[in-house]
C-alpha cells in the first residue's frame, strides 16, 4: 500500500531541453496561444505587483499559507526555457513540474487538465516565445507539514481527477465550447465554487459563491442573487467591457479576469456566457418582475438628484446621503460613475465581503488608464457606523435582513 | 484688442490714485496707454511713440507706471502680468532689485489689475520676461540713473562718480542719499528712453542667481493665496447649473422646492444660465444638485464621432495659408530616398487640479471682480460688453487659481461670478466651478493632423521638405463677450466671436510649424479650420506641442532612412549657434553617444525644438522601458538642455522646465478628451486619467546653458513639444514601432508590437 | 453644533452634519490648505489627518468626526515656524501653482508618521492617490525624502 503510494508520489523528472528558438514557432500557433493565455488569466497569478508580466512571485494567499507564483518565461535558469512540451503538458495536466515535483493545486491543474493538446501545444509556444525574464522562485510560506510535497500526492488521490473534456451531446457546441473554456483554461470554478476543508472545490456546489484574495466570488449558479438575473447578452458585454449598465463593474481579482478576455474571440466570450447563463437557470418569475421594476428605475436619469435623505435620523441613512449619495446618485453612467445600489450585487450578494472591502478601501486608482474610483472610509467609519450603514443599505437597496456575523466579516476585513 | 472708451486712461489713474494715497506716500501720476495684446494680436506700437522702447515699455513709457518709490525707501513694482504658478513674481522682483540697486525685500510687486498695472494683455505664449521683464529691467535701470542724477545735483559730485546700493546713492567721500530722501512726486513720471544702462551680468548679485520664490512659503502653510481662498464679508456662495452639453437648451426647470431649501437666497436664471446662490458653500452645492435634477434640457447631437476624429478634421473647409516656401522655384530632381507621414493628436484638457473659481461684487455702480484670468484688461472688456457697463465701472483684480496653463474656465467663472453678482448688488459672490463642470466646458487644446513628407539626398540630407498641420484657432479668449459662456448662455445669446488664425511668426496652429533646421528646399503650410466641433482655445505652447511633435518625430525617421544617429542628423542640418550648442549639451548629460542600443525593450530618443523659432530652445534626451507584454512604457531618465538669454532665477527656470516635461509626459503617454455624439464623457480622474507618481522617471536633469547679457527668452513653453517627440523616438527605438498618433497609450503601443 | 477637533483645538461647528469636513475648514474654521480638487475622493487636493490616517476631506461628512483628531497643514507649522515637513517643501521648491501641494503634505506627513525610514517606493506608491497638474512630481519626492531627514532632527510636528 505505502509502495504504491510512494509509486504514485514519486515522479520522474522530464530532460531538460536547450531553450527553443522563437522563431521555430508559427506564428498563428502563438497568436492563438496569446487568446488563450488571456482566457487562463495567466499573467495575473504570474505577475507580481509591479513586477513583469509572467516573472511569477506574486503571493497567492491560501488557507494553508502563502504560495509564490513561478516564472513562466523562457528563462533557462529560473522559467521554463529548459522544459520540453512533454514537460509543459505534464504540469498542465498532471500537476508535476519538469523535475517531477508535485506542484500545489493553487495552479489549478485540477482544470488545466481538461485541455486539448492542440490548445496545449499553443500555449506552449506562447509562453517560449515571450522575452526570458530572470527572476528566481519566492520560496513558500506553508507550516510543516504541507510544505512538504510528496503529501499533494494524497490530496491528488482524494480530488484530483486527470482527463481531457468529453463534450456532452445533449448541448449544442456553442454550450460545450463555452463549458470547456469555463471549466478548463478560464478555471472559472477556482475561485466561484466553494471548497472543502482541504482546499479542493466541492463537486456538488458548482459555481456556487467562493473566495478568493479576500474577496468573495458571487454564486453563479442557480443560486446567483444578481438583483437583475443574468442573460447570455448581458455575460457577454460583462466579460468583453469589464462592467455592465445592470451589474456594476468587474473589480478585485475579477478585474484582470476581464482585462485578459478583452483580447479574445467574440465567439469565445458567446460560448462562455451561453454556458455560465445555462448554469444559472431559469429565473423564478418574482425574481424577474422585482428586476423589470430595478430596470426601469435604473433607467431614469437622476442626474443631478439631491442625496436627501429619508431617514434623517438613521445614522445609517445619514451616512449614506452624507458620504455616498453624491456619486451613487449623481446620474454619472457606469463603468465610472457609481452604481446605483439597488442593482449591486455587493449589496444583495450572498456575502457582504466585498461590500465591506470597497467601503474600506474603496477602488483606488492604479496607472493612468480609465478605471472607476472611489474613495475608502477605513479610518473615518468606526465598526459601529459601518453596520449601520450596511443595514441601511441592505434593508433599502436589496429589502433583505442583514448577513450572519457581519461583525466576524467587518473584523476580518480591518 | 479693440479700442478701449476714450475715459478709459483717467479711470484707471483715479483707482490707482485712490488705491495707493493709503499708503500715506508721494502720489505719482502715470498713463496707461492702449495696448495691444502681446500674444494673439501682435505687438502695435502705441500712438504716437516714435521709438522703439524696450519690452512693454512700448504701450506703457512713462516709468512710474512700473516703479513707484515712497519717502520711505519702499519700492513697489508694477507688472500687467500674472502669477500662474510659473514663478513669474519672483524673477520680476529680481530683476527690479537688481537694476533698481534696492535689497529684494524692500520690494513689493503689485500684479495684473485693471485699476493699477500696465495693460499688459495675457500672461501666455512665454512673454512675461520678454515683455514684463525687459520693461521693468530698463524701467528700473534709467529710475536708478534719475536717482544718481539727482542726488549728483544735490551732492553736486559727478554722476558718474556715483554709485547706487541698496537702496542709496554714495558718494567717493562716502556721503549717502537713499531713495526715498531723493524721491520727489513727479520725478519718475517721465517716459521711458530708447537705451537704458544696463548692468554688466557679471556684476549681477541678484539675477543669475536661483532665489526661492516669495509665494512657496505661503502656498506650503495655509496661507491665503488663491481665489479660491478669498472670503469677503457677506460673501455669498453660488453654483452654477450648466448645460448637459453644447446647445442645449432649458426648456423647464422647477425650482421651487430648490427655493425652499436651507441658505438658499436665490435663484438665478437669464436664458440657459442658470445657477444658485446659498449662504454657505454646502448648501449651495446641495441646492446646485437639486437644480440640476428639476430642470430639463434639449440636447442636440452635434460633435464628430471620436474614432473618426482625424479624418473628420482634414475633411473640414480650411483656409490655406503658405506660411513658408524656400525657396519658390520647383524642388530639386528626385533624391534618393522619400517619406510620408502622417500625425494627430486628440482634444487634451488642461484639467488644472483646482476648477475655476472668480469672486465679484457690485457696489457702488462698479462691478469688482477677483478671477485667476490670465489677462485682466481683456476679461473686464467682455465683462463689461456682457453687462453693458462702460469698461471704467468693471475692475478686475487678478488673484491666483490652480496651475493655469491656458485659456482655461477662468475667464468664464468671472463671467459667472459678474452675472450673479449684477443681479445681487452689494453682496459678493463667490462660483466655485464643480469638477465635472471644469471638464465639460473649459475651452480643450484643439485636436490636430500633420502631414509631412521629405526627401533625401544621396549624402544623407534632406533635400526637400513639405509639411501641412490642420487645425482650429488656438485662440477663443475674450475680449468680446460672447467668448464668455455666461455671454453665450444668458437670453441675449451674445455669438462667440469669430474664430480667427494667429499670424505668424508666433502663430497658432501652426505654431513652430515651420522647421528651424536648414533645408534647401521647404512648403509648409497652414489649413485652418474655422468650424470648431469642440469648445476649443489656448493650451499651453498651441501647435507647438503637435507641430514640434511631427517634425521631431520626422526627423528621426529621415534619420533612420539615412542611418545617421538622431543627433547627429539634427547638428547636420542645423546651423544656428546657440541651437547647436543646445542640443550638444543635452546629447553630452544624457550621455547619448555610449547610450545603451535601442531594441529589446529598452530605448533612447531624442527632441529639440527653439520655441516659437523666438522664445527658448529646449532639448531633451529620454530613455525608457517598454514592456513587450502590455505595452506599458516606464520613462527611467531624462536629460534637458535649455538657453532662455540671460538667465534671472536658474532654479525657477529648472521647475519650469522639469513641469512642462512632465505635463507633456501626461499629455504624449495618456491623454485624449473623450466625447460621444452629444456630450463631453470625461468629466472627473476616472474618465480623464493623467500622471502619477508610479510613472515619474527616476531623474530628470535640467541643464541651462547660460547667455549672459541676451535678452530674455521665456521657457514656460519650450519643453512640451521636444519632450514628445524624445518620447515618441525613445518608443520606436525600443520597440521598432514608431506611433504618430498621441497618446501613445499602451493599448497602441501593444497593438503595434503584436504578440 | 457639532464638535471638531482641529489642529489641537476643539471647534464648535453650525454645519449640517452631513456637510464634507472641506468645507468646515475652508469656510467655518477658514483653514485654507485643504483643497477643492475634484469633491469625489480621486486628486488629493483635499487631504488631511484624521487620527493619524490621510484622508480625503472632501468625501468624509463631519458626523464622522466626533471625537476624533483632525489635522491639516496648518498645524504642522506656520510661515513663521515653518514644521519640517514644510521647510522640506520650501528647500527643495516644491512647487509650481502649488495647490496639488497641502494635500501631497499630508499625505506624506500620515506616512512619514506611521514609518520614518520609508523606501522610495514607498513614497511614490502612497502619492500615487494625488495628483498634480504642474508637473512638480521630481520635486515633491525629493522634498518628502528631505522631510525624513528633517524630522529625524526635528521635534515632531503635532498631529
Ligand atoms: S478634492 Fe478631495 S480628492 Fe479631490
Ligand atoms: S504644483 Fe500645481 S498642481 Fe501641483
Given at each position: 500500500m505505502i509502495a504504491a503510494f510512494l509509486a504514485f508520489a514519486w515522479r520522474s523528472a522530464v530532460e531538460p531541453i536547450e531553450p527553443p528558438a522563437a522563431s521555430g514557432f508559427d506564428r498563428s500557433l502563438i497568436r492563438h496561444g496569446a487568446e488563450l493565455a488571456a482566457l487562463g488569466d495567466c499573467s495575473a497569478c504570474h505577475t507580481a505587483r509591479e513586477g513583469r508580466v509572467f516573472a511569477g512571485g506574486r503571493p497567492i494567499g491560501t488557507p494553508f499559507g502563502t504560495i509564490y507564483s513561478t516564472n513562466i518565461t523562457p528563462d533557462p535558469s529560473t522559467g521554463i526555457g529548459r522544459w520540453s512540451q512533454v514537460a509543459f503538458t505534464r504540469a498542465m495536466r498532471e500537476g508535476v513540474d519538469r523535475n517531477g515535483r508535485h506542484l500545489y493545486p493553487a495552479f489549478p491543474y485540477d482544470h488545466f487538465t481538461l485541455i486539448s493538446d492542440a490548445d496545449i501545444k499553443a500555449l506552449y509556444a506562447y509562453l517560449m516565445t515571450r522575452q526570458p525574464i530572470q527572476a528566481p522562485a519566492h520560496a513558500n510560506e506553508l507550516p510543516f507539514p504541507l510544505n512538504v510535497r510528496p503529501l499533494l500526492a494524497g490530496w491528488k488521490l482524494l480530488f484530483f481527477r486527470e482527463g481531457r473534456y468529453r463534450a456532452d451531446s445533449g448541448h449544442d457546441s456553442t454550450w460545450n465550447r463555452g463549458a470547456y473554456l469555463a471549466a478548463g483554461l478560464a478555471h472559472c470554478g477556482a475561485c466561484h465554487t466553494p471548497r472543502n476543508r482541504l482546499g479542493a472545490e466541492k463537486d456538488n456546489r458548482l459555481f456556487g459563491g467562493g473566495d478568493s484574495e479576500n474577496w468573495h466570488a458571487y454564486a453563479i449558479n442557480t443560486e446567483s442573487q444578481s438583483p437583475v438575473p443574468w442573460d447570455a447578452s448581458a455575460l457577454q458585454f460583462y466579460l468583453r467591457n469589464g462592467w455592465h449598465a445592470l451589474h456594476g463593474v468587474a473589480r478585485g481579482p475579477m478585474a484582470p479576469v476581464v482585462e485578459n478576455l478583452a483580447g479574445v474571440p467574440e465567439t469565445d466570450l458567446v460560448a462562455i456566457a451561453a454556458y455560465v447563463v445555462s448554469v444559472m437557470g431559469n429565473p423564478t418569475p418574482a425574481r424577474l418582475q422585482r428586476a423589470a421594476g430595478l430596470t426601469a428605475t435604473a433607467s431614469r436619469n437622476t442626474a443631478g438628484s439631491s442625496p436627501q435623505s429619508a431617514l434623517a435620523n438613521d445614522v445609517g441613512a445619514t451616512i449614506y446621503a452624507a458620504a455616498c449619495a453624491s456619486c451613487h446618485e449623481s446620474g454619472q453612467p457606469l463603468p465610472f460613475g457609481g452604481i446605483n445600489l439597488a442593482l449591486s450585487i455587493d449589496v444583495s450578494g450572498e456575502e457582504p465581503t466585498n461590500l465591506i472591502h470597497v467601503v474600506l478601501d474603496g477602488l483606488p486608482a492604479t496607472g493612468e488608464v480609465q478605471i472607476p474610483i472611489m474613495p475608502g472610509f477605513a479610518s473615518t467609519l468606526s465598526d459601529r457606523q459601518l453596520l449601520a450603514l450596511l443595514t441601511y443599505l441592505r434593508a433599502r437597496f436589496a429589502g433583505k435582513p442583514l448577513w450572519n456575523d457581519v461583525g466576524k466579516s467587518i473584523g476580518d476585513a480591518r | 484688442m479693440t479700442a478701449l472708451l476714450p475715459n478709459d486712461t483717467a479711470s484707471a489713474h483715479i483707482s490707482r490714485r485712490a488705491v495707493l494715497q493709503g499708503a500715506g506716500a508721494l502720489i505719482v501720476s502715470f498713463t496707461i496707454s492702449p495696448a495691444a495684446s502681446s500674444q494673439d494680436k501682435g505687438r502695435a506700437k502705441a500712438a504716437g511713440t516714435a521709438v522703439k522702447l524696450a519690452g512693454s515699455l512700448t504701450n506703457t513709457p512713462y516709468l512710474d507706471a512700473w516703479i513707484r518709490i515712497d519717502a520711505d525707501g519702499s519700492v513697489t513694482a508694477f507688472t500687467g502680468k500674472a502669477e500662474l504658478g510659473q514663478g513669474i513674481k519672483t524673477a520680476l522682483l529680481q530683476i527690479t532689485a537688481e537694476e533698481l540697486e534696492v535689497p529684494l525685500d524692500h520690494l513689493t510687486l503689485i500684479t495684473a489689475d485693471t485699476a493699477l498695472t500696465a495693460n499688459e494683455g495675457y500672461t501666455a505664449g512665454s512673454h512675461s520676461m520678454q515683455d514684463s521683464g525687459t520693461a521693468l529691467r530698463n524701467a528700473a535701470a534709467q529710475a536708478r540713473e534719475i536717482l544718481i542724477g539727482v542726488a549728483a545735483s544735490r551732492m553736486n559730485v559727478p554722476a558718474a562718480q556715483l554709485k547706487a546700493a541698496s537702496g542709496v546713492v554714495i558718494a567717493p567721500s562716502g556721503a549717502r542719499l537713499s531713495y526715498g530722501e531723493l524721491v520727489s512726486p513727479t520725478l519718475l513720471h517721465v517716459q521711458a528712453q530708447p537705451v537704458s544702462k544696463l548692468k554688466d551680468p557679471a556684476s549681477f548679485r541678484v539675477m543669475n542667481r536661483s532665489q526661492p520664490r516669495i509665494d512657496i512659503p505661503g502656498k506650503v502653510t495655509g496661507g491665503s493665496v488663491y481665489v479660491q481662498d478669498m472670503r469677503l464679508p457677506g460673501m455669498l456662495h453660488a453654483r452654477v447649473v450648466r448645460p448637459p452639453s453644447y446647445g442645449a437648451q432649458l426648456a423647464a426647470v422647477d425650482s421651487a422646492a430648490v427655493e425652499r431649501m436651507p441658505g438658499v437666497m436665490s435663484i438665478v436664471r437669464d436664458g440657459n444660465f442658470l445657477a444658485v446662490v446659498a449662504e454657505r458653500e454646502y448648501q449651495a452645492i446641495k441646492a446646485m444638485r437639486s437644480l440640476a435634477a428639476g430642470s430639463k434640457w434639449q440636447e442636440q447631437s452635434t460633435l464628430p464621432k471620436q474614432a473618426e476624429l482625424a479624418a473628420t478634421l482634414s475633411g473640414l473647409p480650411s483656409q490655406e495659408f503658405r506660411i513658408f516656401e524656400k525657396p519658390e522655384s520647383s524642388p530639386p530632381d528626385a533624391a534618393a530616398t522619400a517619406l510620408e507621414a502622417t500625425y494627430t493628436r486628440p482634444y487634451v484638457a488642461h484639467a488644472s487640479i483646482g476648477p475655476s473659481c472668480a469672486v465679484a461684487q457690485l457696489r457702488d455702480e462698479t462691478l469688482t471682480v477677483w478671477t485667476h484670468t490670465q489677462g485682466v484688461y481683456p476679461d473686464r472688456q467682455a465683462i463689461a460688453e456682457m453687462l453693458s457697463l462702460p469698461p471704467d465701472r468693471v475692475h478686475c483684480i487678478h488673484v491666483q487659481g490652480s496651475g493655469c496653463y491656458g485659456h482655461n474656465g477662468a475667464d468664464d467663472a468671472a463671467g459667472d461670478a459678474a452675472l450673479i453678482a449684477s443681479k445681487m448688488p452689494g453682496r459678493p459672490i463667490r462660483v466655485q466651478w464643480m469638477r465635472e463642470q471644469e471638464f465639460a466646458w473649459e475651452p480643450f487644446g484643439p485636436a490636430m493632423v500633420a502631414k509631412a513628407r521629405a526627401s533625401l539626398d544621396s549624402s544623407g540630407r534632406i533635400a526637400d521638405w513639405e509639411y501641412g498641420v490642420w487645425s482650429n484657432t488656438h485662440s477663443m479668449r475674450p475680449g468680446p463677450a460672447g467668448a464668455l459662456l455666461a455671454g453665450q448662455h444668458m437670453a441675449l445669446a451674445l455669438p462667440p466671436p469669430a474664430p480667427k488664425p494667429l499670424p505668424q511668426p508666433e502663430g497658432g496652429g501652426d505654431r513652430n510649424a515651420i522647421p528651424l533646421y536648414a533645408l534647401p528646399h521647404a512648403k509648409v503650410v497652414h489649413h485652418f479650420i474655422p468650424s470648431m466641433p469642440l469648445r476649443v482655445s489656448a493650451l499651453r505652447s498651441l501647435g507647438g506641442y503637435m507641430n514640434v511633435f511631427s517634425i521631431e518625430s520626422f526627423m528621426d525617421e529621415l534619420a533612420l532612412a539615412a542611418e545617421t544617429d538622431p543627433v547627429a542628423f539634427r547638428l547636420k542640418h542645423l546651423d544656428d549657434p546657440r541651437a547647436r550648442e543646445v542640443v550638444t549639451v543635452a546629447a553630452d548629460r544624457f550621455g547619448w553617444s555610449g547610450r545603451q542600443k535601442g531594441g529589446s525593450g529598452r530605448g533612447c530618443g531624442f527632441g529639440f525644438a527653439r520655441y516659437k523659432n523666438l522664445a527658448a530652445y529646449c532639448a531633451i534626451a529620454m530613455q525608457l522601458a517598454v514592456e513587450h507584454e502590455t505595452g506599458r512604457i516606464r520613462v527611467e531618465r531624462i536629460a534637458a538642455a535649455v538657453d532662455t538669454g540671460q538667465a534671472v532665477n536658474p532654479d525657477g527656470i529648472r521647475n519650469q522646465i522639469e513641469g512642462g516635461i512632465l505635463q507633456s509626459m501626461s499629455w504624449t503617454l495618456y491623454e485624449a478628451v473623450s466625447f460621444d455624439d452629444t456630450r463631453i464623457l470625461c468629466v472627473d480622474w476616472s474618465t480623464y486619467p493623467i500622471l502619477r507618481f508610479g510613472s515619474v522617471p527616476n531623474s530628470l536633469d535640467v541643464h541651462i546653458v547660460e547667455r549672459p547679457g541676451q535678452p530674455f527668452l521665456g521657457c514656460g513653453e519650450a519643453s512640451q513639444g521636444p519632450a514628445s517627440a524624445a518620447l515618441a523616438n525613445a518608443v520606436a527605438d525600443a520597440t521598432g514601432k514608431r506611433l504618430r498618433d498621441l497618446p501613445l497609450t499602451a493599448a497602441r503601443l501593444k497593438a503595434a508590437i503584436g504578440v | 453644533m457639532m464638535e471638531l477637533k482641529v489642529n489641537g483645538r476643539v471647534h464648535s461647528v453650525d454645519a449640517a452634519p452631513d456637510t464634507p469636513l472641506l468645507y468646515v475648514l475652508r469656510d467655518d474654521l477658514q483653514l485654507n490648505a485643504a483643497k477643492y480638487g475634484c469633491g469625489l475622493g480621486q486628486c488629493g487636493a483635499c487631504t488631511v489627518i484624521v487620527d493619524g490616517e490621510a484622508v480625503f476631506s472632501c468625501v468624509i461628512p463631519i458626523l464622522l468626526l466626533q471625537g476624533k483628531e483632525i489635522t491639516t497643514v496648518?498645524?504642522?507649522?506656520?510661515?513663521?515656524?515653518?514644521?519640517p515637513m514644510q521647510r522640506a517643501f520650501i528647500e527643495e521648491q516644491a512647487a509650481q501653482c502649488g495647490y496639488c501641494i497641502p494635500g501631497m503634505m499630508m499625505r506624506a506627513q500620515a506616512l512619514l508618521q506611521k514609518n520614518p525610514l520609508v523606501s522610495d517606493e514607498e513614497i511614490r506608491r502612497t502619492l500615487e492617490q494625488n495628483l498634480c497638474r504642474c508637473g512638480t512630481h521630481m520635486r515633491i519626492l525629493r522634498a518628502v525624502r528631505r522631510a525624513v531627514q528633517l524630522m529625524q532632527v526635528a521635534t515632531p510636528a503635532r498631529t
Amino acid at each position: 500500500m505505502i509502495a504504491a503510494f510512494l509509486a504514485f508520489a514519486w515522479r520522474s523528472a522530464v530532460e531538460p531541453i536547450e531553450p527553443p528558438a522563437a522563431s521555430g514557432f508559427d506564428r498563428s500557433l502563438i497568436r492563438h496561444g496569446a487568446e488563450l493565455a488571456a482566457l487562463g488569466d495567466c499573467s495575473a497569478c504570474h505577475t507580481a505587483r509591479e513586477g513583469r508580466v509572467f516573472a511569477g512571485g506574486r503571493p497567492i494567499g491560501t488557507p494553508f499559507g502563502t504560495i509564490y507564483s513561478t516564472n513562466i518565461t523562457p528563462d533557462p535558469s529560473t522559467g521554463i526555457g529548459r522544459w520540453s512540451q512533454v514537460a509543459f503538458t505534464r504540469a498542465m495536466r498532471e500537476g508535476v513540474d519538469r523535475n517531477g515535483r508535485h506542484l500545489y493545486p493553487a495552479f489549478p491543474y485540477d482544470h488545466f487538465t481538461l485541455i486539448s493538446d492542440a490548445d496545449i501545444k499553443a500555449l506552449y509556444a506562447y509562453l517560449m516565445t515571450r522575452q526570458p525574464i530572470q527572476a528566481p522562485a519566492h520560496a513558500n510560506e506553508l507550516p510543516f507539514p504541507l510544505n512538504v510535497r510528496p503529501l499533494l500526492a494524497g490530496w491528488k488521490l482524494l480530488f484530483f481527477r486527470e482527463g481531457r473534456y468529453r463534450a456532452d451531446s445533449g448541448h449544442d457546441s456553442t454550450w460545450n465550447r463555452g463549458a470547456y473554456l469555463a471549466a478548463g483554461l478560464a478555471h472559472c470554478g477556482a475561485c466561484h465554487t466553494p471548497r472543502n476543508r482541504l482546499g479542493a472545490e466541492k463537486d456538488n456546489r458548482l459555481f456556487g459563491g467562493g473566495d478568493s484574495e479576500n474577496w468573495h466570488a458571487y454564486a453563479i449558479n442557480t443560486e446567483s442573487q444578481s438583483p437583475v438575473p443574468w442573460d447570455a447578452s448581458a455575460l457577454q458585454f460583462y466579460l468583453r467591457n469589464g462592467w455592465h449598465a445592470l451589474h456594476g463593474v468587474a473589480r478585485g481579482p475579477m478585474a484582470p479576469v476581464v482585462e485578459n478576455l478583452a483580447g479574445v474571440p467574440e465567439t469565445d466570450l458567446v460560448a462562455i456566457a451561453a454556458y455560465v447563463v445555462s448554469v444559472m437557470g431559469n429565473p423564478t418569475p418574482a425574481r424577474l418582475q422585482r428586476a423589470a421594476g430595478l430596470t426601469a428605475t435604473a433607467s431614469r436619469n437622476t442626474a443631478g438628484s439631491s442625496p436627501q435623505s429619508a431617514l434623517a435620523n438613521d445614522v445609517g441613512a445619514t451616512i449614506y446621503a452624507a458620504a455616498c449619495a453624491s456619486c451613487h446618485e449623481s446620474g454619472q453612467p457606469l463603468p465610472f460613475g457609481g452604481i446605483n445600489l439597488a442593482l449591486s450585487i455587493d449589496v444583495s450578494g450572498e456575502e457582504p465581503t466585498n461590500l465591506i472591502h470597497v467601503v474600506l478601501d474603496g477602488l483606488p486608482a492604479t496607472g493612468e488608464v480609465q478605471i472607476p474610483i472611489m474613495p475608502g472610509f477605513a479610518s473615518t467609519l468606526s465598526d459601529r457606523q459601518l453596520l449601520a450603514l450596511l443595514t441601511y443599505l441592505r434593508a433599502r437597496f436589496a429589502g433583505k435582513p442583514l448577513w450572519n456575523d457581519v461583525g466576524k466579516s467587518i473584523g476580518d476585513a480591518r | 484688442m479693440t479700442a478701449l472708451l476714450p475715459n478709459d486712461t483717467a479711470s484707471a489713474h483715479i483707482s490707482r490714485r485712490a488705491v495707493l494715497q493709503g499708503a500715506g506716500a508721494l502720489i505719482v501720476s502715470f498713463t496707461i496707454s492702449p495696448a495691444a495684446s502681446s500674444q494673439d494680436k501682435g505687438r502695435a506700437k502705441a500712438a504716437g511713440t516714435a521709438v522703439k522702447l524696450a519690452g512693454s515699455l512700448t504701450n506703457t513709457p512713462y516709468l512710474d507706471a512700473w516703479i513707484r518709490i515712497d519717502a520711505d525707501g519702499s519700492v513697489t513694482a508694477f507688472t500687467g502680468k500674472a502669477e500662474l504658478g510659473q514663478g513669474i513674481k519672483t524673477a520680476l522682483l529680481q530683476i527690479t532689485a537688481e537694476e533698481l540697486e534696492v535689497p529684494l525685500d524692500h520690494l513689493t510687486l503689485i500684479t495684473a489689475d485693471t485699476a493699477l498695472t500696465a495693460n499688459e494683455g495675457y500672461t501666455a505664449g512665454s512673454h512675461s520676461m520678454q515683455d514684463s521683464g525687459t520693461a521693468l529691467r530698463n524701467a528700473a535701470a534709467q529710475a536708478r540713473e534719475i536717482l544718481i542724477g539727482v542726488a549728483a545735483s544735490r551732492m553736486n559730485v559727478p554722476a558718474a562718480q556715483l554709485k547706487a546700493a541698496s537702496g542709496v546713492v554714495i558718494a567717493p567721500s562716502g556721503a549717502r542719499l537713499s531713495y526715498g530722501e531723493l524721491v520727489s512726486p513727479t520725478l519718475l513720471h517721465v517716459q521711458a528712453q530708447p537705451v537704458s544702462k544696463l548692468k554688466d551680468p557679471a556684476s549681477f548679485r541678484v539675477m543669475n542667481r536661483s532665489q526661492p520664490r516669495i509665494d512657496i512659503p505661503g502656498k506650503v502653510t495655509g496661507g491665503s493665496v488663491y481665489v479660491q481662498d478669498m472670503r469677503l464679508p457677506g460673501m455669498l456662495h453660488a453654483r452654477v447649473v450648466r448645460p448637459p452639453s453644447y446647445g442645449a437648451q432649458l426648456a423647464a426647470v422647477d425650482s421651487a422646492a430648490v427655493e425652499r431649501m436651507p441658505g438658499v437666497m436665490s435663484i438665478v436664471r437669464d436664458g440657459n444660465f442658470l445657477a444658485v446662490v446659498a449662504e454657505r458653500e454646502y448648501q449651495a452645492i446641495k441646492a446646485m444638485r437639486s437644480l440640476a435634477a428639476g430642470s430639463k434640457w434639449q440636447e442636440q447631437s452635434t460633435l464628430p464621432k471620436q474614432a473618426e476624429l482625424a479624418a473628420t478634421l482634414s475633411g473640414l473647409p480650411s483656409q490655406e495659408f503658405r506660411i513658408f516656401e524656400k525657396p519658390e522655384s520647383s524642388p530639386p530632381d528626385a533624391a534618393a530616398t522619400a517619406l510620408e507621414a502622417t500625425y494627430t493628436r486628440p482634444y487634451v484638457a488642461h484639467a488644472s487640479i483646482g476648477p475655476s473659481c472668480a469672486v465679484a461684487q457690485l457696489r457702488d455702480e462698479t462691478l469688482t471682480v477677483w478671477t485667476h484670468t490670465q489677462g485682466v484688461y481683456p476679461d473686464r472688456q467682455a465683462i463689461a460688453e456682457m453687462l453693458s457697463l462702460p469698461p471704467d465701472r468693471v475692475h478686475c483684480i487678478h488673484v491666483q487659481g490652480s496651475g493655469c496653463y491656458g485659456h482655461n474656465g477662468a475667464d468664464d467663472a468671472a463671467g459667472d461670478a459678474a452675472l450673479i453678482a449684477s443681479k445681487m448688488p452689494g453682496r459678493p459672490i463667490r462660483v466655485q466651478w464643480m469638477r465635472e463642470q471644469e471638464f465639460a466646458w473649459e475651452p480643450f487644446g484643439p485636436a490636430m493632423v500633420a502631414k509631412a513628407r521629405a526627401s533625401l539626398d544621396s549624402s544623407g540630407r534632406i533635400a526637400d521638405w513639405e509639411y501641412g498641420v490642420w487645425s482650429n484657432t488656438h485662440s477663443m479668449r475674450p475680449g468680446p463677450a460672447g467668448a464668455l459662456l455666461a455671454g453665450q448662455h444668458m437670453a441675449l445669446a451674445l455669438p462667440p466671436p469669430a474664430p480667427k488664425p494667429l499670424p505668424q511668426p508666433e502663430g497658432g496652429g501652426d505654431r513652430n510649424a515651420i522647421p528651424l533646421y536648414a533645408l534647401p528646399h521647404a512648403k509648409v503650410v497652414h489649413h485652418f479650420i474655422p468650424s470648431m466641433p469642440l469648445r476649443v482655445s489656448a493650451l499651453r505652447s498651441l501647435g507647438g506641442y503637435m507641430n514640434v511633435f511631427s517634425i521631431e518625430s520626422f526627423m528621426d525617421e529621415l534619420a533612420l532612412a539615412a542611418e545617421t544617429d538622431p543627433v547627429a542628423f539634427r547638428l547636420k542640418h542645423l546651423d544656428d549657434p546657440r541651437a547647436r550648442e543646445v542640443v550638444t549639451v543635452a546629447a553630452d548629460r544624457f550621455g547619448w553617444s555610449g547610450r545603451q542600443k535601442g531594441g529589446s525593450g529598452r530605448g533612447c530618443g531624442f527632441g529639440f525644438a527653439r520655441y516659437k523659432n523666438l522664445a527658448a530652445y529646449c532639448a531633451i534626451a529620454m530613455q525608457l522601458a517598454v514592456e513587450h507584454e502590455t505595452g506599458r512604457i516606464r520613462v527611467e531618465r531624462i536629460a534637458a538642455a535649455v538657453d532662455t538669454g540671460q538667465a534671472v532665477n536658474p532654479d525657477g527656470i529648472r521647475n519650469q522646465i522639469e513641469g512642462g516635461i512632465l505635463q507633456s509626459m501626461s499629455w504624449t503617454l495618456y491623454e485624449a478628451v473623450s466625447f460621444d455624439d452629444t456630450r463631453i464623457l470625461c468629466v472627473d480622474w476616472s474618465t480623464y486619467p493623467i500622471l502619477r507618481f508610479g510613472s515619474v522617471p527616476n531623474s530628470l536633469d535640467v541643464h541651462i546653458v547660460e547667455r549672459p547679457g541676451q535678452p530674455f527668452l521665456g521657457c514656460g513653453e519650450a519643453s512640451q513639444g521636444p519632450a514628445s517627440a524624445a518620447l515618441a523616438n525613445a518608443v520606436a527605438d525600443a520597440t521598432g514601432k514608431r506611433l504618430r498618433d498621441l497618446p501613445l497609450t499602451a493599448a497602441r503601443l501593444k497593438a503595434a508590437i503584436g504578440v | 453644533m457639532m464638535e471638531l477637533k482641529v489642529n489641537g483645538r476643539v471647534h464648535s461647528v453650525d454645519a449640517a452634519p452631513d456637510t464634507p469636513l472641506l468645507y468646515v475648514l475652508r469656510d467655518d474654521l477658514q483653514l485654507n490648505a485643504a483643497k477643492y480638487g475634484c469633491g469625489l475622493g480621486q486628486c488629493g487636493a483635499c487631504t488631511v489627518i484624521v487620527d493619524g490616517e490621510a484622508v480625503f476631506s472632501c468625501v468624509i461628512p463631519i458626523l464622522l468626526l466626533q471625537g476624533k483628531e483632525i489635522t491639516t497643514v496648518e498645524g504642522l507649522g506656520s510661515i513663521d515656524q515653518p514644521g519640517p515637513m514644510q521647510r522640506a517643501f520650501i528647500e527643495e521648491q516644491a512647487a509650481q501653482c502649488g495647490y496639488c501641494i497641502p494635500g501631497m503634505m499630508m499625505r506624506a506627513q500620515a506616512l512619514l508618521q506611521k514609518n520614518p525610514l520609508v523606501s522610495d517606493e514607498e513614497i511614490r506608491r502612497t502619492l500615487e492617490q494625488n495628483l498634480c497638474r504642474c508637473g512638480t512630481h521630481m520635486r515633491i519626492l525629493r522634498a518628502v525624502r528631505r522631510a525624513v531627514q528633517l524630522m529625524q532632527v526635528a521635534t515632531p510636528a503635532r498631529t
